[in-house]
T-cell receptor, first 116, second 116 residues
């Protein structure tokens, strides 16, 4: 059962434009929503993360918007640059599991290409 | 520098052979994970371990085995029972609550396995 749905699968944006990637989740117990960035041939790295007690988090050109009632969250990349070309994964986890263990569920990924 | 080291980066295997992928971390993290990445399918959890000498199956454990004899090491064996082993394998770790856990997964650079 896929618990985190991500769209679109691929995205082409012109330099300077806004890239928007959307995710939806089903499990209301999730309480941590990170986004990971992966360059070709490398492992993913944490980009930005949000908890459900806030509706928006901004770090530089990257913003997460979170809608708890709709169970949706999205990544916005402002002023997109060619160096942002990568695959982006949304994820969700529950940190309240006993023993502090968290199992992370990932979306299927969005391949972003920013063209000059 | 602290991090996760995976080896080998590339590996070729003949059908019917077992292969072992290495994962070592010097981040003093308690939890370690193995993910499989296939195009369009995101990251799928194979096995995870919270403490030494203990591990649990993830979503796609069939045909794989692991061990956790040391905190810093979590090798993955892809057995001949795995029907479609060609994939990109990622190892990750995270600190748990009470041991500096922030929720962030730290990934290695991956191992690409190709079955000939």
């Amino acid at each position: 059962q896929q618990q985190v749905k991500q769209s679109p699968q691929s995205l082409i944006v012109q330099k300077g434009g806004i890239s928007i990637i959307n995710c939806a989740y089903e499990n209301t117990a999730f309480d941590y929503f990170p986004w990971y960035q992966q360059f070709p041939g490398k492992g993913p790295a944490l980009l930005i993360a949000i908890r459900p007690d806030v509706s928006e988090k901004k770090e530089g050109r990257f913003t997460i918007s979170f809608n708890k009632s709709a169970k949706q969250f999205s990544l916005h990349i402002m002023d997109s640059q060619p160096g942002d070309s990568a695959t982006y994964f949304c994820a969700a986890s529950n940190r309240r599991n006993s023993g502090g263990y968290q199992k992370v569920t990932f979306g299927t990924g969005t391949k972003l290409q920013v063209i000059p | 520098d602290g991090g996760i080291t995976q080896s080998p980066k590339y590996l070729f295997r003949k059908e019917g052979q077992n292969v072992t992928l290495s994962c070592e971390q010097n981040l003093n993290h308690d939890a370690m994970y193995w993910y499989r990445q296939d195009p369009g399918q995101g990251l799928r959890l194979i096995y995870y371990s919270q403490i030494v000498n203990d591990f649990q199956k993830g979503d796609i454990a069939e045909g794989y085995s692991v061990s956790r004899e040391k905190k810093e090491s979590f090798p993955l064996t892809v057995t001949s029972a795995q029907k479609n082993p060609t994939a990109f394998y990622l190892c990750a770790s995270t600190g748990l609550k009470g041991t500096g856990g922030t929720g962030e997964l730290f990934f290695g650079e991956g191992s690409r396995l190709t079955v000939l």
